[in-house]
Structure formats: structure tokens, C-alpha cells
């Protein structure tokens, strides 16, 4: 098997994030729910990964790092936590459902919404999202590089024209975070949403956000959270103001042991390795006839993402062909991304992605090639 879907999940991870799972799960109580060792084992444990992830993304401190269970939780808790009826909000075409869909609903509710556009290449409208701004937007929220094309968004420029303004800038880092450097204080960014099990590398069911100091969010869920049990109001005191009931601290165990592989080896290096597998495959599938490939490619500055279409051939069928005949895991669809399709003008055939590990080889680029010219051979 070569797997080439890094975008939707890591399937190749250090062994030692298994390994921690599974230690945690013989030797782990409940964080924060009682004062015998198993529980303290926990508590510091998950105040470790705080501390951690604060670290790499430069917040505000331990204590304002909170836990969920993927991304999409994170972004509901700041979307649905931030906003109320009457307030402009502003997102991009580029953006994932995960970001689209509580807005959406939002909206519903009496939410204003603009959504900023694109070039042919995909490049995001900084303009439409300035216009936005200017007219008095609450939040920005947008994610930091599409899962479709890899093209990568200017978040700072975006930041610090929010900052400037007023606006609330919400990122969605679900395609960066382990991947480019991300700095919560030069960046502008009020609120960070991550997952662990992208390039962070860590186990499914892992993530959080990020929230600056002094950032209000109203709790998504209320609920048990070890603390202030005779309140009757979920505690202000943050993290537990956004973590009601009991954290994946197994999971989280494991995205410690990921996110101390990254500092050992460098995220710099990791990304670099990703990036020139993508580009040779870029480089390869643009030669091959019938290939029609998404996104920006005039700069490096990318995502490990290649996004394409055989002809007119339906994605799931290339997708499929290239995992029944050869083995090689693809993603086809629609990617969760419908406003970038509809940009591109690829509702109906969706597009077949390909995304790189530090963990994939050259073989695997070239073996996904010939595949793809021999697509072309036997089914067209």
C-alpha cells in the first residue's frame, strides 16, 4: 500500500505515539476528578501537552489551551461561543464545512455573513476580505491553507488588519498546525482551532483551541469539569470553562509523544521533506496528458497537496482504480470543500488529492505517476 490521503489523517506515525496510548491506558486515572496518583498521573500528563502546544504555537499561556476532540468541535465552540444575531462574520470560499456549516447555521440565527472569494487558481480575495473588516466584522474566520488546492493564506496581513479594526480573528489550522510555523502573537490571531491527528501526527479523537488571553468564549457544552461542583453555571476559570466532562486523555498521551517526535526532529526539516515529495509529483502529473491540476504553484510556499482531474473522468473512479490496481490511497469528492469546487468549476467530478508524508519516498511519487499513465492506457 502507498498512502498518499496525509490530508485527512496520518496513517504513518512514530511508533512511540502508539506506545503511549497504550502505557496511558494501563496506568491513567481520570485528570482533575480525584488526588490518588493514577489521576495526578493524568493531570500532569495533559498539563505537559498544554504546555506543549502553547509552546508551539505561542499563546498566551498553558491555562488557555483547551482540549476537544478534532477541530471541527473547536471551530463549533468558537464560532457558536463568539458570535450573536446581529454580528458580521466573514470567511473565504477556501474554508472547509467544518468552518461553513456553523456558520451557516449562525446565520440562521441572525448572523450576517460575507464570504470573501478567489482567482481561478484559487488564491484567496485579501480585498473582499478587507472590505469585510472595514464594514465592522466581529470575527474573521478562515483557514490558514486549503485541503483542496494546498495554496496557503497570509494569515499575519489577514491578523493584523483584524487587530487594527477590532475583529476577532478565529484561524482554522487543521492543514498547518505541525506543518508552518504559527505564531499566535505576530500573527494577530485570537483564537487557534487544531486537530492532532494531521501533521501533528497524533492519535484520531485529539484537538484544540488556542484562545488569547482576555478572549471571552461562551461554553458550547456544560457539564462535569472537576471543580467549583456546587456552581451552578459551567466555571468561568479557564481551561475548564471549555472542557466539560472527561478529556481523551489517552489520546492525548499519544499527542504528547507526537509532539515530542516534532521537536526532536524538526518540523522545519519534516515540512521541507513533504513539500519537495509534492512538488515532484506536481512536476510529474503536469507532463502526463489529460492531467488538469488545482491551485497556486507560481511560489513554494505550499501545502503537500496536489489536487487534480484525469480529463473528464469522475474522481471517485480514478480514486478507486488507483486503489484496487495499484494500492495507492487517494482522496476523490468532494473534500468537504464545496465553495472551492464550485470556484474551480469542479462541483459534478470533484478532483483526486494527493498529500504527502515525511514518511512517503520518491518510489512512492513515481510508482503514483506511472499509475496515473496507466490510468489513461487501460480506462480512457
Not at 62 to 70: A, I, M, R, S, Y
Not at 218 to 227: E, K, N
Not at 282 to 287: E, P, T
Request: glycine share 12%; charged share 25%.
Amino acid at each position: 500500500m502507498i498512502y498518499l490521503d496525509n490530508a485527512a489523517t496520518s496513517y504513518y506515525r512514530p511508533p512511540q505515539v502508539a506506545q503511549a496510548v497504550a502505557e496511558a491506558m494501563e496506568s491513567m486515572g481520570n485528570s482533575a476528578r480525584g488526588s490518588c496518583e493514577p489521576s495526578m498521573r493524568a493531570a500532569r500528563m495533559i498539563f505537559r501537552v498544554r504546555s506543549m502546544v502553547n509552546r508551539l504555537f505561542h499563546g498566551s499561556g498553558p491555562e488557555q489551551t483547551v482540549f476537544t476532540g478534532n477541530v471541527t468541535e473547536s471551530l463549533n465552540v468558537a464560532i457558536k461561543g463568539l458570535l450573536k444575531p446581529g454580528d458580521l462574520a466573514v470567511t473565504t470560499v477556501l474554508d472547509h464545512n467544518s468552518v461553513l456549516r456553523p456558520l451557516y447555521e449562525m446565520e440562521r440565527l441572525g448572523v450576517r455573513l460575507r464570504i470573501a472569494g478567489c482567482d481561478s487558481r484559487g488564491t484567496v480575495d485579501y480585498e473582499g476580505i478587507e472590505k469585510g473588516i472595514r464594514a465592522g466584522a466581529r470575527a474573521v474566520v478562515c483557514t490558514h491553507a486549503s485541503n483542496l488546492t494546498g495554496n496557503v493564506v497570509d494569515i499575519r496581513r489577514i491578523g493584523k488588519l483584524c487587530r487594527e479594526q477590532g475583529t476577532l480573528f478565529v484561524v482554522d489550522a487543521a492543514q498547518t498546525a505541525g506543518e508552518f510555523p504559527i505564531d499566535m502573537e505576530k500573527d494577530c490571531i485570537d483564537v487557534l482551532c487544531f486537530t492532532g491527528h494531521k501533521s501533528l501526527m497524533g492519535p484520531q479523537g485529539t484537538g484544540g483551541l488556542c484562545v488569547r488571553r482576555g478572549v471571552e468564549i461562551r461554553p458550547l457544552i456544560s457539564g462535569g469539569s472537576g471543580i467549583r461542583t456546587f456552581d451552578r453555571g459551567q466555571p468561568p476559570d479557564m481551561p475548564e470553562s471549555l472542557e466539560a466532562g472527561t478529556l481523551n486523555g489517552h489520546g492525548l498521551a499519544g499527542l504528547k509523544a507526537a509532539l515530542e517526535y516534532l521537536e526532536d526532529q524538526g518540523i522545519e526539516k519534516l515540512t521541507k521533506r513533504k513539500q519537495e515529495l509534492a512538488w515532484e509529483f506536481y512536476r510529474g502529473a503536469v507532463q502526463l496528458p489529460g492531467i488538469r491540476v488545482y491551485g497556486d504553484f507560481t511560489g513554494p510556499d505550499r501545502a503537500p497537496v496536489v489536487a487534480l482531474n484525469v480529463a473528464e473522468e469522475d474522481s471517485g473512479k480514478v480514486s478507486g482504480y488507483l486503489a484496487e490496481r495499484f494500492g495507492i490511497c487517494t482522496r476523490s469528492g468532494g473534500h468537504c470543500a464545496p465553495l472551492m469546487h464550485r470556484a474551480l468549476g469542479t462541483e459534478i467530478q470533484g478532483a483526486v488529492r494527493f498529500s504527502f508524508s515525511h514518511f512517503n519516498t520518491e518510489e512512492d511519487v513515481q510508482e503514483a505517476l506511472a499509475a496515473l499513465g496507466k490510468y489513461e492506457e487501460e480506462m480512457m
